[in-house]
């Protein structure tokens, strides 16, 4: 199967699910070698994350809550008057947080990395994670009943995975076929939870499923199987009353392609859009249907209207049904025409469209406590909607959040955020802080209300809030907002002068702002910015947002000093580092609307100084993914096609600085971490892979570490105790599709490539109190040994934060010695734990790929060829002081 190697980022759409008619989707082919950290993710197996809405349960529905225990806390509820949004706590998880629901104290919580999460959320400063179920593929809805969570999936599976004989899965033009249902997972014991039952709707079919409701022994699920030209959809109704063995009892078609469910009483309510196979896109239409589910065996519909395109979720009480509908920009990928729609149910027969009201930022789910609906969006916030007077429903409060708010669960006095990469937030209702929310005293719906600049700090710091010179510092206006959904214009100033748009050729040592001599980064939306100071001093940064009319601003003062040198260089080496990227198509399939992600590297003074990055072709623009790793996007001609056997490539240059060094030796006797570093916090948690309160990995490390305090000492035996338990796995390496493990399953193993060394390295660290992060790039001294000076695979290392030193890499794979003279010139390009999704993540529309998107028409994917492959010019193996 093709390579894939994708990490997070922050465009924030989502789709309703993979309809392959005309998928901009991409493959990269990654020979292994010796060290390698590319691997096989399984793109087939990503579906789109949480595609549609499911509805949640209302308060009537006694049966879809469970008894409070004596393992669970009964919330407090007091009547909610006047929404004012706050947040209480954010816990961070791996990937993204999909899906959550809410009871006696505990939220549970899907992400796209195929979890179920079990949350202690008794103390809401202060949630923890205390049970964890894996192996759902592609988890979707979660919903709760009696000890029982039901997860829905739609796991899309490689042809290699489904091919008879290998000439099966190698056919130029491949049908995506997919397996889709919902799990039974009894999550009685909370520290323990366990797939106990598993329903399949559809198994090696373009088949995926939406809506999910759980109603005493009966399960409902909405599905849709794609076919040629036409769709087939249904409300399927299961008996799950023996867990372990979940039966269809019936199924009744549903026109269009149904998103949200909800089920009150005799009647289930599902809304639904519609596809247009003549000119392959949606039409702009949307139903809310009404049907008849009082005999579980011949479900029927019994009535319908039109409402507002797009329609994604759907949430009633009483004698209302209320909806949300979004569409989205696809260039800007922005969200218009984003509303709630109110329906009059008094009559199911009849449904009746009443009030409505915008919502901005892409509407999608609705939870509701009292007269308040609380409704997410998937650029990130919860908007409460007073619908007392359901022909004039009015927004009166929104929070915005940095993630993509997938999903809201209200308990109690609270509400429960799946905010996406930004992991379960947990908000109060009318509690507020200053400043956290925006209360709306007139809700008319022709007020225009000035949009909210929010301005936030990233990047590495030396101390408390001193950043370091020279190194890259991130400004995000992400949280920036306009009440009624309107485009932003963003404004960066720096010390008054306004930042202006780089030019074709990046060079980031000769970017002035206005005179202002320094470098800087500014994303293609605008919305990130990042600066390289390379004098010491304070800087005052401005932003302003705009939606053309009124606007917002906001200031912030980043202080920069120098840091000691760490490090004693041997020899300063100067080169280029090409990056290119080649697209093969073997199949007879067009592709179009080609364009191609690289990874860009950035300054880490010391360690590598970027002189200037020199892409293939002058339209590009540079994003940042959502741990602040540099991609160069390049756009191509829409004319552009790549026809039959026909190659294309990409690349970009970067002229480098690099040194081989030795380590300063400094007395770190007695230092410590400060107790206000947030590193400290943020890197040693538990991640993918990396599970530090496996028991073994707590074994291990308190054996590795023994009665040591000094951290530097700590991370000296704990490399020793690595190397010694692991060898280089030369087969391993040589593999194209090895699937990565555990840290525990690592050293149980006793073997690995670089990404395994890596992975139980920092759990270890992490489980000792230490910050560790991982990093991916380009091992140069290993690519100059090759022919030609070029390589196709990448490479692993660690970094880790020790007091007196800060951050600094260290090589574990090459066994070299803990902080040994480094002659390797590894060229980071990425960090963090991004990469290792995506062998798990099933929403790649949630991700940038380095490497080519493209399109194409038609049912059956194109079979297409990638590979990265690093070279390096001006630079020669004989020249590396250290190797002669």
């Given at each position: 199967?093709?390579?894939?190697?994708?990490?997070?980022?922050?465009?924030?759409?989502?789709?309703i699910?993979?309809?392959?008619?005309?998928?901009?989707?991409f493959?990269?082919?990654?020979?292994?070698?010796?060290?390698?950290?590319?691997?096989?993710?399984?793109?087939?197996?990503?579906?789109?994350?949480?595609?549609?809405?499911?509805?949640?349960i209302?308060?009537?529905?006694?049966?879809?809550?469970?008894?409070?225990?004596?393992?669970?806390?009964?919330e407090?509820?007091?009547?909610?008057?006047?929404?004012?949004?706050?947040?209480?706590?954010?816990?961070?998880?791996?990937?993204?947080?999909?899906?959550?629901?809410a009871?006696?104290?505990?939220?549970?919580?899907?992400?796209?990395l195929g979890m179920?999460?079990?949350?202690?959320?008794?103390?809401?400063?202060?949630?923890k994670?205390?049970?964890?179920?894996?192996?759902?593929n592609?988890?979707?809805?979660?919903i709760?009943?009696?000890?029982?969570?039901?997860?829905?999936?739609?796991?899309?599976?490689?042809?290699?995975?489904?091919?008879?004989?290998?000439?099966e899965?190698?056919q130029?033009?491949?049908?995506?076929?997919?397996?889709?249902?919902?799990?039974?997972?009894?999550?009685?014991?909370?520290?323990?939870?366990?797939?106990?039952?598993?329903?399949?709707?559809?198994?090696?079919?373009?088949?995926?499923?939406?809506?999910?409701?759980?109603?005493?022994?009966?399960?409902?699920?909405?599905?849709t199987?794609?076919?040629?030209?036409?769709?087939?959809?249904?409300?399927?109704?299961?008996?799950?009353?023996?867990?372990?063995?979940?039966?269809?009892?019936?199924?009744?078609?549903?026109?269009?392609?149904?998103?949200?469910?909800?089920?009150?009483?005799?009647?289930?309510?599902?809304?639904?859009?519609?596809y247009?196979?003549?000119?392959?896109?949606?039409?702009?239409?949307?139903?809310?249907?009404v049907?008849?589910?009082?005999?579980?065996?011949k479900?029927?519909?019994?009535?319908?209207c039109?409402?507002?395109?797009?329609?994604?979720?759907?949430?009633?009480?009483?004698?209302?049904?209320?909806l949300?509908?979004s569409?989205?920009n696809?260039?800007?990928?922005k969200?218009?025409?984003?509303?709630l729609?109110?329906?009059?149910i008094?009559?199911?027969?009849?449904?009746?469209?009443?009030?409505?009201?915008s919502?901005?930022g892409g509407?999608?789910?609705?939870?509701?406590?009292d007269?308040?609906?609380?409704?997410?969006?998937?650029?990130?916030?919860?908007?409460a909607?007073?619908?007392?007077?359901?022909?004039?429903?009015?927004?009166?409060?929104?929070?915005?959040?940095?993630?993509?708010?997938?999903?809201?669960?209200?308990?109690?006095?609270?509400?429960?955020?799946?905010?996406?990469?930004?992991?379960?937030?947990?908000?109060?209702?009318?509690?507020?802080?200053?400043?956290d929310?925006?209360i709306?005293?007139?809700?008319?719906?022709?007020?225009?209300?000035?949009?909210?600049?929010?301005?936030?700090?990233?990047?590495?710091?030396?101390?408390?809030?001193?950043?370091?010179?020279?190194?890259?510092?991130?400004?995000?206006?992400?949280?920036?907002?306009?009440p009624?959904g309107?485009?932003?214009?963003?404004?960066?100033?720096?010390?008054?002068?306004?930042?202006?748009?780089?030019?074709?050729?990046i060079?980031?040592?000769?970017?002035?702002?206005?005179?202002?001599?320094k470098?800087?980064?500014?994303?293609?939306?605008r919305?990130?910015?990042?600066?390289?100071?390379?004098?010491?001093?304070?800087?005052?940064?401005?932003?302003?947002?705009?939606?053309?009319?009124?606007?917002?601003?906001?200031?912030?003062?980043?202080?920069?000093?120098?840091?000691?040198?760490?490090?004693?260089?041997?020899?300063?080496?100067?080169f280029?580092?090409?990056?290119?990227?080649?697209?093969?198509?073997?199949?007879?399939?067009?592709?179009?609307?080609?364009e191609?992600y690289?990874?860009?590297?950035?300054?880490y003074?010391?360690?590598?100084?970027?002189?200037?990055?020199?892409?293939?072709i002058?339209?590009v623009?540079?994003?940042?993914?959502?741990e602040?790793?540099l991609?160069?996007?390049?756009?191509?001609?829409?004319?552009?096609?790549?026809?039959?056997?026909?190659?294309?490539?990409?690349?970009?240059?970067?002229?480098?600085?690099?040194?081989?060094?030795?380590?300063?030796?400094?007395?770190?006797?007695g230092?410590?971490?400060?107790s206000?570093?947030?590193?400290?916090?943020?890197y040693?948690?538990?991640?993918?892979?990396?599970?530090?309160?496996?028991?073994?990995?707590?074994?291990?490390?308190?054996?590795a570490?023994?009665?040591e305090?000094d951290?530097?000492?700590?991370?000296?035996?704990?490399?020793?105790?690595?190397?010694s338990?692991?060898?280089?796995?030369?087969?391993?390496?040589?593999?194209?599709?090895?699937?990565?493990?555990?840290?525990?399953?690592?050293?149980?193993?006793?073997?690995?490539?670089?990404?395994?060394?890596?992975i139980?390295?920092i759990?270890?660290?992490?489980a000792?109190?230490?910050?560790?992060?991982?990093?991916g790039?380009?091992?140069?001294?290993?690519?100059l040994d090759?022919?030609?000076?070029?390589?196709?695979?990448?490479?692993?290392?660690?970094?880790?934060?020790?007091?007196?030193?800060?951050?600094?890499?260290?090589?574990?794979?090459?066994?070299?010695?803990?902080?040994?003279?480094?002659?390797?010139?590894?060229?980071?390009?990425?960090?963090?734990?991004?990469?290792?999704?995506?062998?798990?993540?099933?929403?790649?529309?949630?991700?940038?790929?380095?490497g080519?998107?493209?399109?194409?028409?038609?049912m059956?994917?194109?079979?297409?060829?990638?590979k990265i492959?690093?070279r390096?010019?001006?630079?020669?193996?004989?020249?590396?002081?250290?190797?002669?």
């Open positions: 199967m093709p390579k894939l190697s994708v990490i997070k980022y922050r465009l924030k759409y989502r789709l699910y993979i309809i392959p008619l005309f998928v901009i989707i493959f990269i082919l990654i020979s292994q070698v010796s060290c390698c950290f590319c691997f096989d993710p399984k793109y087939w197996t990503q579906g789109t994350g949480k595609e549609n809405a499911e509805g949640e209302t308060s009537e529905l006694t049966s879809i809550y469970e008894t409070e225990t004596a393992e669970t806390t009964a407090i509820s007091t009547p909610l008057e006047k929404p004012d949004l706050q947040v209480v706590s954010i816990l961070k998880i791996p990937g993204q947080a999909i899906d959550v629901k009871q006696g104290g505990y939220a549970y919580l899907t992400n796209d179920l999460f079990v949350i202690d959320v008794r103390d809401k400063e202060n949630p994670i205390v049970g964890k179920c894996t192996g759902i592609s988890a979707n809805i979660v709760l009943q009696k000890g029982y969570a039901y997860v829905s999936y739609t796991e899309w599976i490689s042809p290699d995975e489904t091919a008879d004989s290998p000439s899965s190698e130029e033009n491949v049908e995506i076929l997919s397996v889709c249902g919902f799990k039974i997972i009894d999550i009685k014991d909370k520290k323990n939870p366990r797939v106990v039952g598993d329903f399949i709707s559809g198994k090696n079919e373009n088949k995926s499923v939406q809506g999910l409701i759980v109603d005493g022994d009966y399960a409902y699920l909405n599905s199987k794609m076919l040629l030209d036409s769709e087939e959809s249904r409300l399927e109704i299961i008996d799950i009353k023996d867990k372990s063995n979940p039966e269809l009892l019936s199924f009744c078609n549903i026109d269009g392609q149904p998103n949200g469910l909800f089920v009150q009483g005799d009647y289930a309510y599902i809304n639904n859009v519609y247009d196979f003549k000119i392959k896109e949606y039409s702009g239409r949307s139903s809310f249907i049907v008849d589910i009082k005999d579980k065996k479900p029927a519909v019994v009535g319908s039109e409402v507002p395109a797009n329609s994604w979720s759907v949430y009633v009480k009483d004698k209302f049904a209320y949300t509908s569409l989205i696809e260039e800007t990928k969200y218009r025409e984003s509303m729609q109110v329906v009059d008094s009559n199911p027969l009849k449904p009746l469209q009443a009030g409505s009201c919502i901005a509407a999608w789910e609705i939870d509701m406590k007269n308040f609906l609380l409704i997410s969006n998937n650029e990130g916030g919860i908007s909607v007073d619908v007392s007077d359901s022909m004039n429903p009015g927004v009166v409060s929104i929070l915005k959040t940095r993630g993509n708010s997938y999903d809201i669960a209200v308990h109690g006095d609270y509400g429960y955020i799946a905010d996406g990469f930004e992991g379960l937030m947990i908000i109060g209702l009318q509690k507020k802080e200053p400043e929310g925006l709306i005293e007139d809700t008319g719906k022709e007020v225009n209300r000035a949009p909210l600049a929010s301005l936030d700090i990233f990047g590495d710091k030396y101390f408390k809030d001193l950043y370091i010179a020279g190194n890259p510092v991130y400004f995000s206006a992400l949280n920036s907002y306009d009624e309107a485009a932003l214009k963003y404004t960066w100033e720096i010390d008054g002068l306004e930042i202006k748009d780089l030019e074709p050729s060079n980031f040592s000769s970017q002035l702002l206005n005179g202002y001599s470098d800087y980064i500014l994303s293609e939306s919305e990130e910015l990042a600066c390289f100071f390379n004098e010491p001093g304070q800087y005052n940064i401005k932003l302003t947002v705009s939606d053309g009319i009124l606007e917002d601003s906001e200031e912030i003062t980043v202080s920069v000093g120098i840091q000691d040198m760490v490090i004693e260089p041997v020899k300063e080496h100067n280029n580092v090409v990056v290119e990227c080649l697209l093969t198509n073997k199949s007879s399939i067009k592709l179009k609307n080609i191609c690289l990874r860009t590297p950035q300054d003074y010391p360690f590598q100084v970027i002189n200037k990055i020199t892409p293939s002058s339209a623009d540079e994003v940042f993914d959502d602040w790793n991609l160069t996007h390049l756009k191509f001609d829409k004319s552009l096609s790549i026809g039959k056997s026909k190659e294309f490539k990409a690349s970009i240059t970067a002229n480098v600085t690099m040194y081989e060094y030795n380590f300063k030796r400094i007395e770190t006797k230092m410590d971490y400060e206000f570093d947030d590193d400290l916090h943020q040693t948690q538990e991640d993918l892979y990396i599970d530090i309160t496996n028991p073994v990995i707590i074994d291990a490390a308190k054996k570490v023994g009665s305090t951290p530097v000492k700590k991370a000296r035996k704990i490399y020793n105790y690595v190397i338990k692991l060898y280089y796995d030369f087969p391993r390496a040589k593999e194209k599709n090895y699937k990565l493990m555990n840290a525990s399953e690592i050293l149980k193993a006793g073997k690995g490539v670089c990404a395994d060394y890596s139980l390295y759990a270890l660290l992490r000792s109190g230490i910050p560790s992060r991982f990093i790039g380009i091992p140069v001294t290993l690519v090759q022919k030609n000076s070029q390589l196709d695979v990448g490479h692993a290392w660690v970094e880790v934060k020790l007091p007196g030193y800060g951050w600094i890499p260290i090589d574990i794979t090459q066994e070299k010695g803990f902080m040994g003279t480094d002659y390797f010139l590894n060229l980071a390009t990425e960090k963090g734990v991004g990469y290792l999704y995506g062998s798990l993540t099933m929403d790649w529309s949630s991700y940038y790929f380095d080519f998107r493209y399109g194409w028409d038609g059956n994917a194109p079979n297409v060829e990638q492959i690093y390096i010019e001006d630079l020669d193996l004989k020249n590396i002081e250290t190797l002669n």
